[in-house]
């Protein structure tokens, strides 16, 4: 029998501290269902002290998903453990993570504490989360650059508390496979009763190891492994859930290891996050960039046409990735599109969704003369996880060229009110931002902006996503259309639209892009990774 390597999910904890990449309850409750769905074992769904919008999200995802474990993260502070099990308390199974850093450098120049005293608040705090919740996870932060002796001592002390896991992070990328193995083994022979908890690693990719130190881990002795969707995450990221899963699938015959994941649920899981976050997927990015499974070469086109495994080492159909075919034309009628959307993994929409996403549909089948699988997925996935609009853009017009200045005039609706405004830039996409700012009455300021074909071709639709901040906060839009003006102006709505729906929900957020983790902070222990 393979054994178990549980997969714990920290997408929307870690992974939401990816630069820019905040996301609304609505939305983290969207990513939640489809992390269910893929089958991960754990949900790290938020660190509740940090703010108001981090706790209600926490708190929604507890109420309503059942299946996987859902945790929450603390300092090693009393106030930090109280809000953590506020927020998972209604969970079916709740878990406390608690960490505090360990390494010489950070107990002396982030703590400023001495090694014994950290031990003893460690032991302390993971008592009281454990007088609370029957499940705690303890973290020795910046473990892969602290002294083992130190960290024996602490995962020991703690597992004797009641710490049912106990994780060792590699918080700033720094480790490499056979290090970061030897690290594991070690705690393997020398903690006594490490047979008590399960092992947990949880790796960063600044030098790009996060998901071969994982591996090295899992191959000495870790029991869970911490990942994300699309290996987002502060800085450079954390280590890939995909590339992880697949990983031990693929190569089964070197790691006798199973997940409870189902790995045909990872496009789905893929493609929602980078649309929520706005943080794009680089086109060679491993398993579910969009060059993953092409094939450009002639001899290699030669191979696959022969026997699949000439260069094929998995199937796009293990993650759920249908090969792209020519589905619909503008003569396809209501039912062929109903049973292509269930194919296509969208099979719980409401009625009134799909007659809307029929409509799309067809406005789509008029300008293009076929309607590919992406398209349909990309109709379908930007309506699906709108907030409320506020705005709503009625119309655009444009006039530019290459010898005259960029004008742009829009018409919105907002409050019931129609709105007509007009503004001149520097080309039709800053002018059009700009009238839209004017209607609305906003003042934000754009960050990022992307554009990419979803499919080939002269008519192909057109994907924006765009990037705006409000007093430090990030908002990621995201507009398709045949015209990419158009994709531009929706993308730039839809930011619009999330930020002030967000401002409507979070008056009592702290504004500090609900992760910086310093909030309320003793000094103890601040930043986090
Ligand atoms: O990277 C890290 O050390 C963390 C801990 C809070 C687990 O994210
Ligand atoms: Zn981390």
Known sequence: MSKRVYIFDTTLRDGEQSPGASLNMQEKLEIARQLE?????????????????????????????RKPIIVALARSVKRDIDRAWE???????????????????????????????????????TAY??????????????????????????LEA????????????????????????????GIRENVKNIDKAILSVHCHN????AVANSLSAVENGAQQVECTVNG?????????????????????????????????????????VSALTGVIIQPNK??????????????????????????????????????????????????????????????????DEINEAFERFKDLADKKKYVMDKDIEALVSSEAYQIPEVIELEYFHITSGNTLISTSTVKIVKDQKVIEEAACGDGPVDATFKAIDRAAGVDVTLKDYFLKAITGGKDALGEVIVKIEKNGRMFAGRGISTDILEASAKAYVNAI?????????????????GNNGNNGNNGNNGSLQ
């Open 87 to 125: 927020a998972i308390r209604e969970a079916a199974r709740p878990r406390i993570h608690i960490f505090i850093a360990t390494s010489d450098i950070h107990m002396k120049y982030k703590l400023k504490m001495e090694p014994e005293e950290v031990l003893k608040l460690a032991v302390e705090m």
């Open 158 to 185: 703690v597992i004797d508390k009641g710490a049912t896991v106990v994780n060792i992070p590699d918080t700033v990328g720094y480790s490499t496979p056979g290090e970061f193995g030897r690290l594991i083994r």
């Open 286 to 351: 491993a398993i579910i960039g969009a060059n993953a499974f092409a094939h450009e070469s002639g001899i290699h086109q030669h191979g696959i046409l022969s026997n699949r495994e000439t260069y094929e080492i998995m199937t796009p159909e293990s993650i759920g990735l249908k090969q792209s075919q020519m589905v619909l034309g503008k003569h396809s009628g209501r039912h062929a599109f109903e049973e292509r959307l269930k194919e296509l993994g969208f099979e719980n929409l409401a009625p």
């Open 232 to 272: 987002i995450g502060e800085r450079a990221g954390n280590a890939a859930l995909e590339e992880i899963v697949m990983a031990l699938r693929t190569r089964k015959d070197l790691y006798d290891f199973e997940t409870g994941i189902v790995t045909e649920q990872i496009y789905k899981a893929s493609t929602m």
């Open 37 to 65: 769905n893929l089958g991960v074992d754990a949900i790290e769904a938020g660190f509740p002290i940090a703010s108001k919008g981090d706790f209600e999200g926490v708190r929604a995802i507890a109420r309503s998903i």
């Open 206 to 209: 600044d030098l790009g190891l």
């Open 129 to 154: 989360a454990k007088s609370l919740c029957p499940d705690v996870e303890f973290s020795t932060e910046d473990g892969s650059r602290t002294r083992p002796e130190f960290m024996y001592r602490v």
């Open 497 to 513: 639209n999330k930020m002030l729906y967000d401002q409507s929900e979070n008056n009592g957020n702290n504004g500090s892009n």
